[in-house]
T-cell receptor, first 114, second 111 residues
Framework: KAGVTQTPRYLIKTRGQQVTLSCSPISGHRSVSWYQQTPGQGLQFLFEYFSETQRNKGNFPGRFSGRQFSNSRSEMNVSTLELGDSALYLC?????????????FGPGTRLTVL | LAKTTQPISMDSYEGQEVNITCSHNNIATNDYITWYQQFPSQGPRFIIQGYKTKVTNEVASLFIPADRKSSTLSLPRVSLSDTAVYYCLVVLNQAGTALIFGKGTTLSVSS
């Protein structure tokens, strides 16, 4: 069974731009969650989507948003990029969600904001 | 607000048992603890998960004392390939769901 895939793997943007990252979950998984990883803050939870609805949300500003499609694929959008948004963005999938299930992570998208 | 604390780094030799402890306050009985392993340029990989007492699988054991203020990941007989960063995660199921990650423990295994 194929694992979680994320595209693109690397991205360079400038301040003020917006970016969209994509995540394809493991087949059959309905939950997709997103995380930001930085050297200073470590791993932080952004949000979770299940059946095309945002179910849980972390403490990030509204510039960070996401959506999920009927095939469970998910996208994350960051608008008005700031230098501090440079990070590794990880997505994870699971059968039923973050509250009880094991999360399977993708390799991440490395975003650099100049 | 819950917070998790784990050692920044640990060193070990091949064949030894390694125990990494994560301290977590203010967790309830339905909040569970998960440990992940991460190699450079890869996403975290699930190791083990539990609510209380002891859980064991083919790669690790997880010990959670009765007060649930800490948890210990035990890796038996580590090898060079266990060199990685290990994260504890507390999933809070209190008035909504929140995920609290530790900062990670860098384990270095030498021969």
């Amino acid at each position: 069974k194929a694992g979680v895939t994320q595209t693109p793997r690397y991205l360079i943007k400038t301040r003020g731009q917006q970016v969209t990252l994509s995540c394809s979950p493991i087949s059959g998984h309905r939950s997709v969650s997103w995380y930001q990883q930085t050297p200073g803050q470590g791993l932080q939870f952004l949000f979770e989507y299940f059946s095309e609805t945002q179910r849980n949300k972390g403490n990030f500003p509204g510039r960070f948003s996401g959506r999920q499609f009927s095939n469970s694929r998910s996208e994350m959008n960051v608008s008005t990029l700031e230098l501090g948004d440079s990070a590794l963005y990880l997505c994870a999938s699971s059968l039923e969600g973050i509250t009880t299930d094991t999360q399977y992570f993708g390799p991440g998208t490395r975003l650099t904001v100049l | 607000l819950a917070k998790t604390t784990q050692p920044i780094s640990m060193d070990s030799y091949e064949g030894q048992e390694v125990n990494i402890t994560c301290s977590h306050n203010n967790i309830a009985t339905n909040d569970y603890i998960t440990w992940y392993q991460q190699f450079p340029s890869q996403g975290p990989r699930f190791i083990i998960q539990g609510y209380k007492t002891k859980v064991t699988n083919e790669v690790a054991s997880l010990f959670i004392p009765a007060d649930r203020k800490s948890s210990t990941l035990s890796l038996p007989r580590v090898s060079l390939s266990d060199t990685a960063v290990y994260y504890c995660l507390v999933v809070l199921n209190q008035a909504g769901t929140a995920l609290i990650f530790g900062k990670g423990t860098t384990l270095s295994v030498s021969s």
